[in-house]
């Protein structure tokens, strides 16, 4: 297959030319406009290492130019390669491109091939569909190390996606240092032994972990460096076993407060009260003075709420404010804490349910992940980032095979994903231009370690990539044909995917823990999410 043409995500205008054009990591680098978008470049040109050529061949990076957000133009020229991108997001598009023309050797660590790397002449106009192209790891449920964390920011960045939304807390642990509630961590970061769900059998083994603000500050500044934002979540009021069992007065009085060991989501809430969102509002400062994000991710989603009506203080808060339902205070909460992240010009995402109970503000973003009507009510009045259940949480079945692994139900197929359409053709072009993009979730119930993770990703994110950046996939037959070539560079990258014709031996479920249950049920699943959507 042709170079141009084996690119993944497809670009929008791709013309080969004849001629190739030999790189180095000597090539002279000429930047115009913003000195920041040389960085990138000069990372790719190192990872070249010297090749022992000489020659001419320049490498110009114009950020000067008008181009739309995350857009590029990359000419490939026998005497050098140029790049035009107004934006950090399109220099490191430009570069994956770049790098998807070249051998699929080049995404190893294995140095230079004898002569040197040759890229074949051409050129490629791109720009992406949807501005909002993201991913969600899970890492409250099982922990994730910030290896990983790093290994997938590499992954996205090589699929041009924009957006890494880290889900930091849950009942299952919390997953971030505060240096002003350090109990947080000391006492939320861990469990003393892990069950696959509710009715599973402990495992007695401790597990847990947390990433330190340096980490954190870290994880951002790599990611921002490759054209992505990192998103943080700090799931409230719902979720958060793991924050009562560190300041149990948080939460219910009188009630047992401890660290989930099931990995299943329980039904647990923190008081919604004044000194709760105080407490709150330092623990989110220090994650945007960590990382610098622009947006910040409250969660909202599955919260208990049947005792908050009993509680004498909040009874009383909700007297202040004239509330007759608890919903409303939950709205309230919400609002509360998303003006505060305003005031420090970071704007707030929720999930469907904080927008029910009206827990938004005017530019809050909402996440959508019960079905599509919600998504479609939403749109009307705020941005929406499509995040449906069926078909982006990757965490689901990928076939009805038997030999597939335990997980939360299914399937969700790779065609699945490729059919999917973010801004559906029926709704009213207003509420389409609401539609900011997408993203994929890995919610890591069932996920213990980054082999897993691997495995539950990819190729699925490999079709949901082409789909928020060209606005669909068209031809079927044709996007297989070149992930098929795409699966040499993640071969190349040490991803260790779940092949298209099913899983490896070591990736089955076997006849023990990870033995399948029982045959899919996502049309139910799917009827289920639409009839809850109108609940808080």
Same mark, same amino acid.
């Given at each position: 297959m042709n170079a141009y043409f084996s690119l993944l995500p497809r670009p929008a205008t791709v013309e080969p030319h004849s001629g190739i054009c030999r790189l180095?990591?000597?090539?002279?680098?000429?930047?115009?406009?913003?000195?920041?978008?040389?960085?990138?470049?000069?990372?790719?040109?190192?990872?070249?290492?010297?090749?022992?050529t000489t020659g001419?061949?320049?490498?110009?990076?114009?950020?000067?130019?008008?181009?739309?957000?995350?857009?590029?133009?990359?000419?490939?020229?026998?005497?050098?390669?140029?790049?035009?991108?107004?934006?950090?997001?399109?220099?490191?598009?430009?570069?994956?491109?770049?790098?998807?023309?070249?051998?699929?050797?080049?995404?190893?660590r294995a140095g230079v091939p004898p002569g040197g790397w040759t890229v074949p002449c051409g050129r490629v106009i791109d720009a992406p569909v949807y501005g909002w192209r993201g991913a969600m790891l899970d890492v409250a449920r099982h922990f994730f190390p910030k290896r990983t964390v790093l290994r997938y920011v590499d992954l996205l960045a090589a699929h041009r996606y924009n957006r890494l939304h880290l889900h930091l807390s849950d009942d299952q642990g919390w997953r971030v240092e505060s240096r002003l509630h350090p109990r947080l961590h000391e006492v939320g970061?861990?469990?003393? +032994?892990? =069950?696959?769900?509710?009715?599973? *059998?402990? $495992?007695?083994?401790?597990?847990? &972990?947390?990433?330190?603000? !340096?980490?954190?500050?870290?994880?951002?500044?790599?990611?921002?460096s490759q054209g992505i934002v990192v998103v943080p979540e700090i799931d409230v009021?719902?979720?958060?076993?793991?924050?009562?069992?560190?300041?149990?007065?948080?939460?219910?009085?009188?009630?047992?407060?401890?660290?989930?060991?099931?990995?299943?989501?329980?039904?647990?809430?923190?008081?919604?009260?004044?000194?709760?969102v105080s407490f709150l509002r330092d623990v989110l400062?220090?994650?945007?003075?960590?990382?610098?994000?622009?947006?910040?991710?409250?969660?909202?989603?599955?919260?208990?709420?049947?005792?908050?009506?009993?509680?004498?203080?909040?009874?009383?808060?909700?007297?202040?404010?004239?509330?007759?339902?608890?919903?409303?205070?939950?709205?309230?909460?919400?609002?509360?804490?998303?003006?505060?992240? +305003?005031? =420090?010009?970071?704007?707030?995402? *929720?999930? $469907?349910?904080?927008?029910?109970? &009206?827990?938004?503000?005017? !530019?809050t973003i909402v996440m959508a992940w019960r079905g599509h009507e919600v998504a479609e009510r939403a749109a009307r009045t705020h941005d929406v980032v499509r995040t449906p259940l069926f078909p982006t949480y990757l965490n689901f079945d990928q076939s009805d095979l038997p030999a597939e692994r335990r997980s939360e139900g299914g399937p969700i197929t790779l065609a699945d994903v490729a059919a999917f359409t973010p801004a559906p053709a029926e709704w009213p072009d207003e509420r389409r231009s609401r539609v900011l993009g997408g993203q994929w979730q890995i919610w890591s119930e069932w996920v213990p370690h980054e082999r897993h993770l691997d495995y539950l990703a990819f190729p699925r994110a490999c079709a949901l990539a082409e789909v928020l950046w060209s606005g669909g996939i068209a031809?079927?037959?044709?996007?297989?044909?070149?992930?098929?070539?795409?699966?040499?560079?993640?071969?190349?990258?040490?991803?260790?995917?779940?092949?298209?014709?099913?899983?490896?031996?070591w990736q089955a479920g076997g006849t023990g823990a990870w033995r399948r249950t029982g045959p899919g049920r996502i049309e139910e699943t799917k009827k289920w999410v639409e009839s809850i959507s109108r609940e808080p």
């Open positions: 180095s990591a000597e090539m002279p680098l000429e930047v115009v406009g913003s000195a920041e978008v040389a960085s990138p470049v000069r990372r790719f040109l190192s990872a070249l290492t010297p090749a022992n001419t061949n320049r490498f110009v990076v114009d950020s000067s130019t008008d181009q739309p957000a995350g857009g590029y133009t990359l000419q490939v020229a026998e005497d050098g390669v140029t790049v035009q991108a107004g934006d950090l997001e399109g220099v490191s598009g430009a570069l994956t491109t770049l790098r998807q023309l070249l051998p699929a050797e080049i995404w190893r970061a861990w469990r003393p +032994a892990t =069950r696959l769900g509710p009715d599973g *059998v402990p $495992d007695g083994t401790p597990h847990g &972990g947390y990433y330190t603000l !340096d980490d954190l500050a870290e994880i951002s500044a790599y990611a921002r009021p719902g979720h958060t076993s793991a924050l009562r069992a560190a300041y149990p007065e948080l939460g219910r009085p009188g009630e047992e407060q401890a660290v989930l060991d099931t990995v299943w989501a329980g039904g647990s809430s923190i008081s919604p009260a004044e000194p709760v400062g220090e994650i945007i003075d960590a990382t610098g994000t622009p947006y910040l991710h409250l969660g909202g989603d599955e919260c208990d709420m049947s005792w908050w009506a009993a509680d004498p203080l909040i009874a009383a808060e909700m007297v202040t404010h004239g509330y007759t339902e608890v919903r409303q205070l939950h709205g309230h909460f919400l609002r509360e804490l998303g003006g505060f992240l +305003a005031g =420090r010009g970071v704007r707030m995402v *929720v999930w $469907d349910e904080g927008f029910v109970t &009206g827990g938004v503000l005017p !530019d031809d079927p037959a044709e996007f297989e044909e070149r992930l098929r070539t795409h699966l040499a560079r993640l071969d190349a990258l040490g991803v260790e995917y779940r092949p298209l014709a099913g899983p490896h031996p």
